[in-house]
């Protein structure tokens, strides 16, 4: 295996995550049908889904182990200003790691979203 090209999160409520992930994230949506919406981020750089689930999901922590990391342009800081202006949940303060400046938040469905300033 070269690469890992492509990943799908199932969540819960499907219409409350792509809400989520526009209107407060910032994603812009590439393509949706009524089992998935694929996202793309940052001009289209990364790309990943939220999808229905494929397996009963009910009463179980969905994001739990799982984080997405995102490289950003932007200062982590205003970023982090940003999400929590419009309501997102963050996780800790912002860290110094091998690769640069990072920050997580969480999604509804309590997914980890790192998003990264690299060096």
């Excluded at 409520?13 to 526009?22: I, Q, R, V």
């Excluded at 940052?42 to 889904?49: E, T, V, Y």
């Excluded at 009963?56 to 800081?77: S, T």
Aim: with cysteine.
């Amino acid at each position: 295996m070269k690469q890992l090209t492509f990943a799908s999160l199932q969540v819960k409520n499907l219409e409350a995550s792509k809400d989520f992930y526009t209107k407060k994230i910032g994603f812009q949506i590439d393509n949706s049908n009524p089992q998935a919406c694929i996202f793309k981020y940052n001009q289209g750089q990364a790309s990943f889904a939220i999808r229905t689930p494929l397996e009963p999901i009910e009463e179980k922590d969905l994001g739990i182990g799982v984080a997405l990391w995102f490289a950003v342009n932007e200062n982590v800081e205003e970023l982090k200003d940003k999400f929590v202006a419009n309501g997102v949940t963050t996780v800790g303060s912002i860290i110094e790691t091998p690769f640069g400046k990072a920050f997580h938040v969480k999604d509804i469905d309590g997914y980890k979203l790192t998003f990264l300033q690299a060096k």
